[in-house]
């Protein structure tokens, strides 16, 4: 790479730390890469970690010694989260979002980059300190949140699918029952997807009585994988406690009331915010 201005060199740096999260990057690989003395690289990263955590962009964690170096941990602070989920709240509860059987339009949200980027940084942050090896969700639109929580924990995603697909190889499948339908479905996951006793972080878009996580967390024990936590944008208040089929969570939003007659909504912070 050729010789940049320090100011430059700073520009380079923080994007390079936001690309590889988690990722312990020895500081030779900046020396290198700038043709620069450690020294001056460990300036530029003490003044890359003020304005990381000044601004509520996470941390950077230095870790001395010969196998040490720096790493940056994505975190939000609790204000900034209950300013963001605040404002989808305020999204959520626009009445039009009402669509026939009571349910609830969410998918411009969760087609919204910007929007994914922030509920998935508030996850991760939920998860903080978990040994976490994947992020898994079932198709389809948990999807994005999936993702953005994995961009922010520098993990893979693991999909699982509602029917088997071919293309998928050999699959383990099990039956679950709907918490809100009492229905049952089907699900599956690649034998390849996921090794065994796998740390697993299940995300997930909505849940109601929680029977499609439920059935996660049991497709989980085929594969002898934990499950690390759960973390879901949306939870429906219509359930009672004891027809929950899944009570360790965290959520970011939580619909207290969704009244087709009256083309009401109201939707609170979620249990993050409870802890």
Not at 29 to 48: H, M, V
Not at 176 to 184: A, E, L, P, Q, T
Request: a negative charge.
């Amino acid at each position: 790479m050729k010789k940049l201005k320090r100011s430059q060199r700073l520009v380079d740096m923080t994007q390079f730390l936001l690309e590889k999260p988690h990722d312990l990057l020895p500081l030779s690989t900046f020396a290198d890469r700038y043709g620069a003395a450690k020294s001056s690289i460990s300036e530029d990263l003490a003044i890359i970690k003020e304005v990381f955590e000044g601004e509520g962009m996470g941390e950077l964690q230095t870790l001395a010694g010969a196998a040490g170096g720096v790493r940056y941990i994505p975190r939000m602070p609790t204000d900034m989260a209950l300013a963001f989920v605040k404002h989808l709240c305020g999204e959520l509860e626009q009445s039009d979002r009402i669509l026939p059987g009571g349910y609830l339009y969410m998918s411009d949200l969760l087609g919204l980059p910007s929007v994914m980027e922030q509920a998935g940084k508030i996850i991760a942050t939920a998860f903080y300190g978990v040994e976490i090896d994947v992020v898994m969700t079932v198709e389809t639109k948990g999807i994005p949140l999936a993702y953005a929580t994995a961009a922010q924990l520098g993990l893979p995603v693991v999909l699982v699918r509602r029917d088997h697909q071919v293309t998928e190889g050999s699959a383990v499948s099990i039956n679950y029952v709907s918490g809100s339908h009492k229905s049952i479905h089907t699900m599956s996951l690649s034998r390849r997807a996921l090794r065994e006793k796998s740390r697993v972080l299940i995300v997930d878009d909505f849940m109601k009585a929680g029977g499609t996580v439920r059935g996660m967390v049991d497709l989980l024990g085929e594969f002898n994988a934990q499950v690390a936590g759960v973390g879901v944008l949306v939870e429906s208040g219509a359930v009672e406690t004891e027809e929950r089929l899944l009570h360790d969570y965290v959520s970011l939003v939580k619909l207290t009331e969704v009244d087709s007659r009256e083309r009401r909504i109201s939707a609170h912070p979620g249990n993050y915010f409870s802890s």
